[in-house]
């Protein structure tokens, strides 16, 4: 009796360890694939970079990220991406009267001068930068590759953007939003304030428009920062589709829409300079629009009409009939 007291217990402990990991295989849910490693930037905010608003003002920035690393560039150059401009997210934008930041880089400027010009110079966007050639700042991050040279990343979507936009950004918001302190750092000093957001969409490659709704909807504050894309093609396919629903959400909670630089109670950035002729004539003359000779030229039929004979009625040139 006395030894039955004594061994019971120990074999019943010793039953329990032996089925324990049975059954405890038998609740878990079967393994999901582990999320892409990534850094996230540690406590920055309140030193110089930027999360949000004021949380009492019913206003949201909605932010598009437009990015472009080599890797993209070569399938929209085989054929194999068809656009990398999602075109339906700036007309839902423009036909609603939203305002929105989108957050350019250098190479995605390189391959849509004429669109980043329009954005530039439509009053409802205003422009920031995204990096160069959206390489990682800090990795791992999304399975960027690392920039190589984080000041040239910077400095050169600053010349392509001003170049083709005619705006000079002074926010950045860094690839994959991996950065660190002496990244900010970097930026402060390169005349850039650096701006992550509260609401991450994760719209990248997600195939279902009302998880993303739904995601940004439960998630949004007043004064929040909402990532997105506007590069949209097999990357972020459901930004459009999701935006509806998110203006439409929004606005039935009372809360309207800003420029990052208004949620965060800043300074307009200035609109750019209506464009120089010479920039609305480029596109012209890249598709071969221009007339086939020199301006003088051109004229010249005319001005020899006007002087030599009387006015005529008709609008041929001289010495053809006129219909
Ligand atoms: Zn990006």
């Known amino acids: 009796m006395r030894l039955a007291r004594t061994w019971l217990p120990a074999c019943m402990a010793l039953v329990a360890a032996l089925l324990l990991p049975v059954s405890a295989q038998a609740v878990t849910p079967a393994r999901q694939p582990a999320p892409l490693a990534t850094v996230d930037h540690p406590p920055v905010d309140g030193v110089n970079s930027f999360d949000n608003g004021s949380r009492d ?77 959206h390489a990682a700042f800090r990795t791992p991050c999304y399975s960027l590759p690392a920039a190589a040279d984080r000041t040239g990343e910077i400095v050169r979507a600053q010349e392509q953007i001003e170049a083709a936009a005619g705006v000079r950004p002074t926010l950045l918001r860094f690839p994959g939003d991996c950065y660190d302190r002496s990244d900010v750092a970097l930026a402060r000093q390169l005349g850039l304030s650096v701006i992550s957001g509260d609401v991450r969409s994760g719209d990248a490659f997600n195939t279902s428009a009302a998880s993303v709704t739904a995601v940004v909807l439960r998630n949004l504050k007043p004064g929040s920062i909402v990532l997105m894309h506007l590069h949209g093609g097999p990357n972020a396919p459901m930004t459009a589709p999701a935006l509806r629903g998110i203006i439409q959400g929004a606005r039935a909670r009372g809360l309207g829409f800003g420029t990052v630089s208004q949620v965060l109670g800043w300074p307009d950035q200035p609109l750019a300079a209506p464009p120089t002729a010479r920039q609305l004539l480029e596109p012209l003359r890249a598709l071969k629009l221009e007339w086939p000779g020199r301006a003088d030229q051109v004229l010249a039929p005319y001005r020899l009409r006007r002087l030599r004979g009387p006015r005529s009625p008709g609008r041929g040139l001289p010495g053809q009939p006129v219909q």
């Open 57 to 133: 003002v019913p206003r949201v920035a909605l932010t598009f990220d437009a990015d472009m690393t080599q890797g993209m560039l070569a399938q929209l150059r085989s054929g194999q991406v068809r656009s990398w401009y999602n075109r339906e997210v700036r007309d839902i934008l423009d036909a609603e009267g939203v305002r929105a930041t989108m957050f350019l880089t250098g190479l995605w400027v390189q391959a849509y001068p004429d669109v980043a010009r329009s954005l530039a110079h439509d009053p409802l966007f205003e422009i920031g930068s995204h990096t160069y050639d």
